[in-house]
């Protein structure tokens, strides 16, 4: 028996994403192919596809463990015990810090989020629905302590996601950045 055949598959389809995005921001997405990720790994492309449909499965996977990330950083702002309004800024700094840092700093990397966001509606979408949760919960605590205007939560909280989604955004954020804006003054000015 092979040591393949003893890989628990969570590990095995672990293995797998970790590769395809070391090989998608090295290579780019469009030029690698699910061949290139089974040779990496040293297994075949059909193994691959035992794990994960196509290749655009693989970049929904990604794209699904980096909004993770994101999403675990914003509930640990929210759940802080730093005014709400301190909060709130830190929360979209820190979004953009991320994105800065880890999607937004090369071509080809960019190539992959366009991919991600072109073909994972229901993840965006979900990821959308965590962050206006997290806002809110934020805005709910400053109505609370008298530090915000009583507003509705929910509809505010959208209000406050579609505005700073040049921040949050992606593909927005690096196309500001090539426009040469200072994104972190910006982002500070408006959640002031």
């Known amino acids: 028996m092979n040591a ?12 797998i994403v970790a590769v395809a995005e070391t090989l998608f921001r090295r290579l780019g997405y469009a030029k690698t192919a699910v061949a290139d990720i089974a040779a990496e790994l040293e297994m075949s492309p059909a193994n691959v596809y035992r794990f994960f449909p196509s290749k655009t499965a693989i970049v929904e996977a990604i794209c699904r463990h980096c909004l993770k990330d994101v999403e675990d950083q914003a509930w640990r702002v ?6 709400a309004a301190e909060r709130m800024e830190r929360l979209i700094l820190e979004i953009l810090a991320y994105h800065k840092e880890n999607l937004v700093t090369e071509q080809r990397v960019n190539d ?6 072109e073909h994972s509606w229901e993840t965006i979408r979900t990821h959308r629905e965590v962050m206006s949760n997290v806002t809110e919960l934020i805005l709910r605590d400053g109505i609370e302590a008298g530090d915000f205007e009583p507003v509705d939560p929910r509809a505010t909280a959208g209000l406050i996601m579609r505005s700073m989604v040049c921040f949050t955004h992606p593909l927005m954020l690096g196309q500001c950045i090539d426009e040469g804006q200072d994104v ?9």
């Open 4 to 15: 393949q055949a003893k890989t628990n598959p969570d590990d095995t389809r672990a293995r």
């Open 78 to 83: 929210a759940r802080s015990k730093a005014p």
């Open 112 to 117: 992959m989020v366009l991919a991600a966001i």
């Open 184 to 192: 972190e003054a910006e982002a500070h000015s408006r959640s002031s």
